[in-house]
Every structure is written in C-alpha cells, then in structure tokens.
C-alpha cells in the first residue's frame, strides 16, 4: 500500500513536462515531484506510473519512491501563474507524488555508459508496456549518485485510453528504432529476456494493481469509453488480462523477435 502523504505547499513547476508536474512538499517533510490527476491524460497516466514504475522496481530497476498526494484546494487557488492555478485548482484531492531526487542530472548518453544488462532491462520494460516515451529526444532517465534511475511511465499501457483497441495491445510490436538505450542493450536483451518474462506473474500483477486508488480504476464520465471496465474490481482484472496476454505474445513485441 502506498503511504499518502497531504501537501503542504507547492514550490515549482517544472514546465519541461508536458503534463506540468510540479516540486510540493509534503507533511512528511518529504520533497516530491507531483503528477497531477487535473493533468491532461488525467488518473490513466497517474495509475500507468504506478503500473509500469512498480514493475520495474521488480525487476531491478532503480524507480523513485510514489506516494499517494493529497492536494487542498487552497493551495492551487493561492497560486499567481494562471495556468498552474488552473490544473491545482483541477487537482484537488488526490495525485501522485514521486519522491525528489536533488541534484540529478538527465540522462546524457556521450557522458554516461549503461551496463548491457540494466539497459536490456530498461529497454524489456518499456516493450512490455508499451512506452514510446523514451526516446533520444525524451530519454525519461536521471543519474542520481552516480546511478540510472528510471522515471515518467505515464504513457504506458496506451490500450486503456480506448478499451476497443485493448484486445489488438498484446500483439502490437515494440519498435527500438528510437529508444535511448536501444543500442546498449542488445547484446544483453536475448538472454535477458525470459528471465524478466518469468519474474511477471499473476499475484505480482495483482499487487501492484492493488496498489492503485480505487477512483482512478472507475470510468472516467468526462473521457466517456462504452469499453472501459465499469468498477474497479473489473478494471483491476481487465488490466491483469490484457498484460498476461502480452506477455504471452511476445515474439510478436520483443525487439528482435523474441528470439532468446
């Protein structure tokens, strides 16, 4: 269960995002990075960096620690720049908050060499789930203390954006063409690879779903999806299902064929 933690002041946006999150700090005394349900793709992208971060921390990647971020609206109406107001203002109550690493750097591949094996990792995960959105020009990595650390999942798991194309998500293939570690990883990846297939299981898909707030599972009445799972319970299964499948599926999105 993920620990909720109230916000107790907003202290920057960081407006390289394009979904705007922002630095809060929390009543903890803990500094987070803010995603805001208020946000354009809404509680998906929130529940997708849940999914996919959590995931990935069971494979051994290092991904910072999430809270569940509860935002009053006062702070937002207390705000001067409009257009943060605005989505504070849309985000009251609950968000996600991703634990602040100070002082880290993004990921600069002429200035950083990855080991095969974390980056067949890295390059495994975003295949399995579907992230398009680590690219050269977007790598959505930090060096922390000398150490990878892989951040900004929220547009994995694409299907749940339309239910109807859930079915066709499990034998969609994963390009590497553009993938920042795409080259890194090749030599590990086909050893590698059924090692990680086998570390992805029904009762681990089950807790990490767990792990997601109910009302970001329910349908969402402003993006309405006659296919959407209509409770939580549902939706909870329908996600485990269409990841099952993939995982089944894949020779038909492992880069290079699933070959191992």
Known sequence: MLETVTATAYLTPLREGGSLPGIVEGDNLGTYVAK???????????????????????????????????????????????????????????NLGIDFLPGS?????????????EAATVLWLDAFTGNIDRSWRNPNLLLWHRELWTIDHGAALRFHHDWALAGRFPGSPFSARDHVLGDQAQSALPALAPR??????????????????????????SRPDPRAPTDAPSARIAYREVLLARLEAVGAWLPGGGQA
């Open 105 to 117: 750097l993004g990921y600069d591949p002429a200035a950083f060499t990855v080991d095969p094996v």
């Open 36 to 94: 805001f349900c208020g946000a354009g793709q809404g509680p998906k992208a929130l529940l997708a960096e849940i999914v996919v971060g959590e995931i990935g921390r069971h494979l051994g990647l290092r991904v910072p620690d999430m809270v569940l971020l509860t935002l009053d609206v006062a702070i937002g109406k207390r705000e001067p720049d409009p257009d943060v107001r605005d989505l504070l203002v849309a985000s009251a109550g609950l």
């Open 196 to 221: 990680l297939a086998a570390k992805i299981t029904r009762p681990l898909l089950d807790a990490v779903l767990a792990l997601v707030p109910d009302p970001w599972l329910e349908p969402d009445p």
